[in-house]
């Protein structure tokens, strides 16, 4: 079974944890010094906030699958939608080790589609010169030729995307 995904940057992770936990009415199933995520039930979603990310605000959708059957069959089905496709195959985002791809919306929203692997104790272990832009969503991607790969954790981005620690 999928689990819908949102990201969300935040300014204040503590004051953030504090609204969404009441909101959700429970506690995140992981906190780390930058990032909280809770992994919800009813809905199924797995909601995660960040410090990490150029402004606040949403910062991609995603789909978490349980399995990499599943996963297959989302990149088809994003083939299938006609926009830019970045497979980043296995790769280190979040606290996690994963498998995915992003697809870019007509409106420019970032769609992550991954297998969760297994948890790691680091944001991401992509070293600090190979990143080029705010994680983990990627720049709108206009076509495959102009898209330009992020560090392991993050999308595409375009040559207008503007340099920026992460990770």
């Not at 960040?50 to 349980?66: C, E, I, V, Y």
């Not at 790691?120 to 272990?125: G, L």
């Not at 705010?134 to 595409?156: E, F, L, N, T």
Request: proline share 7%.
């Amino acid at each position: 079974m999928k689990r819908f995904h949102a990201h969300v940057h935040v300014d204040d992770l503590a004051q953030s944890i504090a609204f969404y936990s009441k909101l959700f009415a429970e506690a995140p199933t992981r906190v780390e010094a930058d990032y909280a995520k809770w992994m919800l039930e009813d809905p199924r979603v797995n909601f995660a906030i960040s410090t990490r990310g150029a402004k606040p605000g949403l910062d991609h959708f995603g789909m978490q699958t349980d399995d990499a059957a599943e996963l297959a069959e989302l990149k088809t089905r994003a083939e299938a939608a006609d926009m830019a496709l970045l497979d980043e195959g296995r790769t280190t985002c979040c606290y996690a080790r994963s498998e995915k791809h992003w697809v870019t919306d007509p409106q420019g929203i970032a769609w992550e589609h991954f297998h969760t692997l297994g948890d790691i104790p680091v944001f991401n272990e992509a070293p600090p010169s190979a990143v080029v832009g705010a994680c983990c969503a990627p720049a709108a991607v206009a076509a495959p030729a102009a898209a330009a790969p992020r560090a392991a954790c993050c999308g595409p981005a375009t040559a207008t995307t503007p340099k920026a620690s992460c990770c």
